[in-house]
């Protein structure tokens, strides 16, 4: 079992930034893919970005690319989502996924997920 906690949300003006962090805890010695997903209200869950076990590999939404970065470090059991130039349509509840081996963009192949943290950008 792997247990995710995300934090760093809130409330921001468009055009300011966010960094939003995903503790990972458990048998986190396996190595993980993991993924950024959101959700806003009324609509389904999207993919946001993913990064590989060793952190080479990364892939964004094109709603986004340019102006978020994902990373990670192993050693902290923790992934990042730098998240820059901010826009309204950007507001949503914030979910890290890891997935054994691979990450992916299909959120139905992620095999742990966080609780959430509420981003909100105000115009």
């Known amino acids: 079992q792997v247990q995710l906690v995300e934090s760093g949300g809130g409330l921001v003006q468009a055009g300011g930034s966010l960094r939003l962090s995903c503790v990972a805890s458990g048998r986190t010695f396996s190595p993980y893919g993991m993924g950024w997903f959101r959700q806003a209200t009324g609509k389904e869950r999207e993919f946001v970005a993913l990064?590989?076990?060793?952190?080479?590999?990364?892939h964004y939404a094109d709603s986004v690319k340019g102006r978020f970065t994902i990373s990670r470090d192993n050693a902290k059991n923790t992934v990042y989502l730098q998240m820059d130039s901010l826009k309204p349509e950007d507001t949503a509840v914030y979910y890290c996924?890891?997935?054994?081996?691979?990450?992916?963009?299909?959120?139905?192949?992620?095999?742990?997920w966080g609780q959430g943290t509420q981003v909100t950008v105000s115009s």
């Open positions: 990064i590989s076990w060793s952190g080479r590999n990364t």
């Open positions: 996924a890891a997935r054994r081996l691979e990450p992916a963009q299909d959120s139905a192949q992620y095999d742990y």
